[in-house]
C-alpha cells in the first residue's frame, strides 16, 4: 500500500552550460504526486503511531470515527475508518477502556477505577471529571446509554466470576441504581469455543502451563450494542494467548436481561491465517447504519507476547441472529462505507499472486 503523498522525480540528464540560462525548475524535473486514497485494507489494521494495540472500542461521534485502546491518554478520530489522526488528552482515563456517548456527550472511565470522565470536545482532548462511581470493581467496564437515557455498566474479566450488569443514575452522580444482575456465567461444557487447549497456544512463554478439559474458561470485554430495538451483549472468550481467542454474543429484549446464549456463536472466530485469533473488541454501526466489530488478535514480537487490530464487517439477520464474516479476514476487503452490504460482499477478489500459477521445484519427497 502506498503511503500518502508519495513523490516521485525524474531528473533531465545533462547539465546546463555558463550561458546557458538556468531552466525553470518544472523543466528540470517532472513530479508526479500519487493520492493514496485506497478503498481496501488488510487485517491487522495499520493505524499511525501504534505497534501494540488491544481491547479496541470504537464509537461514531459527530460523524467522525474514534479509536480507544488500552494504556493510552489520548485516542484517534478518523473520517472514514482509513486516515487516523492521534489526538492527545491528558485527563484521558488510561488502563482498559470503557467508552460511551449519547450523541452529545462522550463518557469514559476505566477498569477498576472509580473516576468517570467526559467530553463536548474530544476532537481537541477535552475531558473534566463528570462524576465518581460507586465501585472499582468494575474489571473491563462497558458503560451503556441506551435511546431513553439510561445508563447501565456492564462488566466482568474472570475465570470463575460472571458478566454482570447495574444500571447507574446520571441525575445522581452515576451511583448504582439496584444491584447487579448476573447476565451469565462462561460454560465450556456446553459452548465449545469457550474450552482451553494448550494446542491453541500461540505465545511460546504459555508453553509450560497445563490446561484441563475441565477448566473453566476466562470470559471477559462485555460490550453491548442495540440493533432494531434488540440487545446484543457481547463476550470474548478465552484469552489473547489462544488462536480461538474469539467473541460470543447474548441477546436479549431489556438491557437488564434475561439474556439468551446465540446458537450462530462464536460471533467472530478465526484459527488459521496471517491475522488469527479475534476477541475482546466492540461492534459499532458505520456512517451507512452496517455493523463492524473490531478485535484484539495475538501477534509474537519483541520477545513477547502482544495484540494488534482486526476489523470484520458484522450483520444481524432476518431472525435477529447476529453474525460475522471473517472467511478472508487477512486478504484485501473494503473499508466500512464501500459496499452496501459488507457480511456478504467485501471481499476485494484479490488472490496471493501464486494462487494457480505454475510451480517448479529443485527435489521432490516421495509421498509427500
Given amino acids: 500500500m502506498l503511503s500518502a503523498g508519495i513523490v516521485f522525480?525524474?531528473?533531465?540528464?545533462?547539465?546546463?552550460?555558463p550561458e546557458e540560462p538556468t531552466a525553470p525548475a518544472a523543466a528540470r524535473a517532472a513530479a508526479v504526486r500519487v493520492n493514496d486514497k485506497p478503498t481496501t485494507f488488510c487485517n491487522p489494521l495499520t493505524i499511525t503511531g501504534v505497534r501494540r494495540a488491544g481491547e479496541p472500542i470504537v464509537l461514531l461521534f459527530?460523524?467522525?470515527?474514534?479509536?480507544?485502546?488500552?494504556?493510552?491518554?489520548?485516542?484517534?478520530?478518523?473520517?472514514?475508518?482509513?486516515?487516523?489522526?492521534?489526538?492527545?488528552?491528558?485527563?484521558?482515563?488510561?488502563?482498559?477502556?470503557?467508552?460511551?456517548?449519547?450523541?452529545?456527550?462522550?463518557?469514559?472511565?476505566?477498569?477498576?477505577?472509580?473516576?468517570l470522565f467526559s467530553s463536548t470536545d474530544p476532537k481537541n482532548g477535552v475531558w473534566t471529571k463528570a462524576a465518581t462511581l460507586d465501585s472499582d470493581r468494575y474489571g473491563d467496564a462497558d458503560i451503556f446509554i441506551d435511546d431513553d437515557g439510561r445508563v447501565y455498566m456492564y462488566y466482568g474479566w474472570s475465570q470463575l466470576l460472571p458478566i454482570q450488569v447495574v444500571e447507574l443514575d446520571p441525575r445522581n452522580g452515576f451511583k448504582e441504581k439496584g444491584k447487579p444482575v448476573v447476565c451469565f456465567f462462561g460454560d465450556p461444557e456446553n459452548n465449545g469455543f469457550e474450552r482451553r487447549r494448550k494446542e491453541d497456544v500461540i505465545f511460546p512463554f504459555f508453553n509450560h502451563r497445563p490446561y484441563f478439559p475441565e477448566e473453566i474458561p476466562w470470559i471477559e470485554g462485555p460490550w453491548m450494542v442495540k440493533h432494531n430495538g434488540k440487545y446484543y451483549l457481547q463476550y470474548a472468550a478465552i484469552g489473547l494467548e489462544f488462536l480461538s481467542y474469539s467473541h460470543g454474543v447474548y441477546v436479549s429484549d431489556s438491557p437488564m436481561g434475561p439474556f439468551q446464549y446465540s446458537q450462530h456463536n462464536p460471533l467472530t472466530f478465526k484459527t488459521t491465517g496471517f491475522a488469527p485469533g479475534a476477541g475482546h473488541?466492540?461492534?459499532?454501526?458505520?456512517?451507512?447504519?452496517?455493523?463492524?466489530t473490531i478485535c484484539m488478535i495475538p501477534s509474537y514480537f519483541g520477545q513477547r507476547g502482544g495484540?494488534?487490530?482486526?476489523?470484520?464487517?458484522?450483520?444481524?439477520?432476518?431472525?435477529g441472529v447476529m453474525h460475522s464474516n471473517t472467511a478472508f479476514g487477512d486478504y484485501p476487503q473494503f473499508y466500512p462505507?464501500?459496499?452496501?452490504?459488507?457480511?456478504?460482499?467485501?471481499?476485494?477478489?484479490?488472490?496471493?499472486?501464486?494462487?494457480?500459477k505454475y510451480v517448479e521445484t529443485s527435489s521432490t519427497l516421495e509421498d509427500f
Fill in 9 to 17: 522525480l525524474a531528473a533531465i540528464a545533462g547539465a546546463a552550460g
Fill in 62 to 115: 459527530q460523524d467522525d470515527y474514534y479509536l480507544f485502546i488500552t494504556g493510552n491518554r489520548g485516542y484517534w478520530s478518523s473520517p472514514n475508518m482509513r486516515d487516523w489522526t492521534y489526538i492527545d488528552a491528558p485527563a484521558f482515563p488510561a488502563g482498559v477502556p470503557g467508552v460511551a456517548t449519547d450523541g452529545k456527550i462522550i463518557y469514559a472511565c476505566s477498569m477498576n477505577s472509580k473516576d
Fill in 281 to 292: 473488541g466492540s461492534t459499532f454501526h458505520d456512517k451507512k447504519g452496517n455493523l463492524w
Fill in 307 to 319: 495484540g494488534e487490530l482486526a476489523l470484520y464487517p458484522t450483520a444481524v439477520d432476518a431472525q
Fill in 337 to 356: 462505507g464501500i459496499k452496501e452490504n459488507p457480511v456478504d460482499d467485501n471481499f476485494s477478489g484479490w488472490m496471493l499472486l501464486s494462487n494457480r
